[in-house]
């Protein structure tokens, strides 16, 4: 699959992310992210020692069928994390 460099645990590239935009979001591969401030699909990756959502043997989980619906770029990251998930 042809990604952009930056792809969140999530699906989203950042490039298009408003919170990541704006810097509310510290961009979740390359940085510590804040133990304060915890963000579900990274913890759960991070737990599960996988790359991202569309490589969990339960995607679509329940937990993130409400994020997906947010906003464009997140039905985008669905999209890309479906199409990871049938590789």
Request: glycine residues 8%; hydrophobic residues 25%; contains cysteine.
């Amino acid at each position: 699959m042809n990604q952009p460099d930056r792809i969140g645990y999530c699906g989203v590239d950042c490039a298009a992310c408003p919170d990541f935009l704006q810097g509310s979001c510290p961009d979740c591969r390359n940085s510590v992210w804040p133990e304060d401030d915890p963000c579900p699909p990274v913890a759960c990756c991070r737990e599960k020692g996988i790359c991202c959502c569309g490589e969990c043997d339960a995607f679509p989980c329940d937990m993130m069928a409400g994020f997906y619906e947010e906003s464009d770029s997140h039905r985008q990251a669905l999209q890309r994390m479906q199409g990871l998930a049938k590789e």
